[in-house]
């Protein structure tokens, strides 16, 4: 079993940064891609960020050039920068796994319980 828990969630105003963390643990060989989704009010999960094990990352064209992922293959942690925050980023940010390798062979799409950003105008 794998378990994520997200931190680094908070209030801040527009403008500001927030730094979100993903600790993956459990019997864990290594992971592949690691991400970050969000969910607001009356809308459906969007994809943020995502990076694989090698570095390729990915993200939302809403973010490009704001948010900037990352994550440390070792301690199996994925990291979400996100700078000049906008109102319109208030969610609930959601850490995901796609394909974990264990030692019972793979499991798939792991997610963590969220952590509420919400930027005020």
């Known amino acids: 079993q794998v378990q994520l828990v997200e931190s680094g969630g908070g209030l801040v105003q527009a403008g500001e940064s927030l730094r979100l963390s993903c600790a993956a643990s459990?019997?864990?060989?290594?992971?592949?891609?690691m991400g970050w989704y969000r969910q607001a009010p009356g809308k459906q999960r969007e994809l943020v960020a995502t990076?694989?094990?090698?570095?390729?990352?990915r993200y939302a064209d809403s973010v490009k050039g704001r948010f900037t992922v990352s994550r440390d293959n070792v301690k199996n942690m994925v990291y979400l920068q996100m700078n000049s925050l906008k109102p319109e980023d208030t969610a609930v940010y959601y850490c995901?796994?796609?394909?974990?390798?264990?030692?019972?062979?793979?499991?798939?799409?792991?997610w963590g319980q969220g952590t509420q950003v919400t930027v005020s105008s």
């Open positions: 995901n796994v796609d394909r974990v390798r264990t030692p019972l062979g793979n499991q798939f799409n792991y």
């Open positions: 990076i694989t094990s090698g570095g390729s990352t």
């Open positions: 459990g019997s864990i060989l290594s992971i592949n891609a």
